[in-house]
């Protein structure tokens, strides 16, 4: 079984070192590469005002924002969550920075970037020059992204599911994604009659014939001719 955690976040910018928070984290979880029902969500009081355009990307705002726990209050069921599985985000770099940050102001042992699995990179490298954004991976994968109005975290790891799936070679039509175990039930045994080797030298007769039509039917055979 292969167990691996979809994880997104939303911020409040671009750099936990300037004091940006992460405000917002999702995790869907894979077995098998396939979404297995169980998730994780979770807003978060970044405790520091969100950016303007932060918000116009996820529609977070500090009213909403206010009344969440801070991450120090959800760090354990977060981290029990994602226990040691690999991490699938889009643009890892950025998600693991900001998380490794929090985990660091808590004293807690960091992700790194050894357990992301980063599928920009992974579109990047099969789809060369083109454009490898969430958006344009799920218009190529012809993945319905009706349900998203802005940036939410839930919603982005649900649709990156559907695409790392694909990534990784797509459903295979008339796959169940389902493990079948099969059991001999019985064995039968088959009894074979054994035959007699059957003469392979060749009769008297056989031999004349043979010598007949060398010597009187072909000419110029090239085993009669000399060097």
């Known amino acids: 079984m292969i167990r691996e955690i979809v994880l997104d976040t939303e911020t409040t910018g671009l750099d ?8 917002e984290i999702a995790c869907v979880e894979l ?9 994780y969500h979770q807003y978060l009081n970044p405790e520091r005002p969100m950016s303007a355009e ?28 994602v226990a040691d599985a690999k991490l699938v985000i889009h643009n ?25 699995i980063c599928t920009l990179e992974m579109a990047r490298r099969r789809f060369p020059g083109a454009p ?8 190529r994968f012809e993945v319905d992204t ?6 939410g975290a839930l919603i982005d790891c649900e649709l990156l599911a559907e695409v790392y799936l694909q990534l990784i070679g797509g459903r295979q039509p008339g796959l169940a994604f389902e493990r079948v175990v099969t059991r001999a039930t019985s064995v039968q045994r088959v009894r074979r009659e054994r035959r007699p080797a059957r003469p392979h030298a060749p009769t008297s007769d056989e031999r004349a014939a043979h010598d007949d039509f060398v ?9 009669t001719q000399d060097g």
């Open 16 to 23: 936990p070192l300037a004091g940006d928070r992460v405000v």
């Open 31 to 39: 077995i098998d590469h396939v979404p297995s029902g169980n998730t």
């Open 54 to 81: 932060a918000e116009a990307v996820h529609g977070l705002g500090d009213a909403f924002l206010r009344d969440q726990p801070v991450f120090a209050d959800v760090v354990d069921a977060f981290t029990t969550f």
């Open 92 to 116: 890892a770099p950025f998600d693991i920075k900001f998380l490794d940050h929090e985990l660091r102001l808590l004293g807690r042992p960091a992700f790194g970037m050894e357990r992301a």
């Open 132 to 139: 490898a954004n969430l958006d344009a991976l799920c218009r």
């Open 146 to 151: 009706s349900v998203r109005v802005k940036h």
């Open 215 to 223: 010597q009187n039917r072909l000419t110029r055979a090239i085993w």
